[in-house]
């Protein structure tokens, strides 16, 4: 890479509990809020659809006693600002108002914060964490021009590390096992803001949550399909970027007729995906059976 280009974006974090605010607390609740913001700037490039080489968080002042951290967000790219013309690409196809590359990197913040705590309310069935919780993302979504639900789904597919942003906002929300309950607000800006009565979803302690059944079926994935061997379905492997970015081992269902697959082309199908679970809780994609072919799509990957 011969020249880069480099953005700089500075940001206020700030948790209102209101028990004094311990050194080794403070201590790990940073700790999160790094991991926090590494995964939130993954799910901006994917988001966007931009190379991201580096992403920093550097702190820059710390109110001690407190849970007010204020921090740069340093995004390394490409020779281009990649990222500020995909923003103002992207608000312009929706007709939005101009909004700020630092007001994006805000919302993805708050909005990845926000997906771990909406997974903890939920199951823990805690019915005024969800409502507003929901309430928040329905006013994050208008933002990307997207509901709520819609805006939660999209967050789904960008951000890969789930239960890894869940342990780290245990960490910047619970200290230390702290019980201590607050509201998160970011850049002093309400619209940034998750409240007390969502954040008391988040437990005290992390704990990996695996699912009881690791098997999902999805309906008109678009995948490109690849075989070692044309005349066996031994080595046959496809990418189907929707659900995953590395290529996965491809086995049919008898009804589907092979010879109709395009190989090296798009192919949209009904899928079933087979995940291999990890001891940290991430689910990994190990194998997809096909169900169903759809007509041919005329798209070039």
Partial sequence: MNSQFILESEHLFYYSAAQPVSAAMLAESLIGLDGVVNQST????????????SE???????????????????????????LEKRIDKFRAKLGLNKMSTKTVITLIIAAAIGYAVYHYATASKDEKALISINNSFNNWGKE???????FLAKLGEIIKNKEDLKRQVVRLTRPKGSSDNGSI???NDSNFTISADAVAAVPANYS???????????????????AADLDRLTGWYGIALEIYDHRVSVQLEESVDRS???????????ITVIYDLKKNGDRIPKQYI???LYDPVVKTP
């Fill in 42 to 53: 993954k799910a901006l490039g994917r988001f966007f659809k931009v190379r991201i080489y």
């Fill in 56 to 82: 920093d968080v550097l702190i820059q002042k710390i109110e001690f006693g407190s849970y007010k951290d204020s921090f740069i967000v340093r995004l390394v790219f490409g020779k281009e600002a990649e």
């Fill in 144 to 150: 990307v021009g997207m509901t709520g639900p819609e």
């Fill in 185 to 187: 607000t970011l850049d």
């Fill in 208 to 226: 990996v949550t695996l699912p009881d059944v690791p098997i999902k079926d999805f309906t008109k994935a678009m995948i490109v399909i690849r």
């Fill in 260 to 270: 109709k697959i395009i190989l090296g082309k798009f192919n949209e199908v009904d």
């Fill in 290 to 292: 096909i169900r169903k």
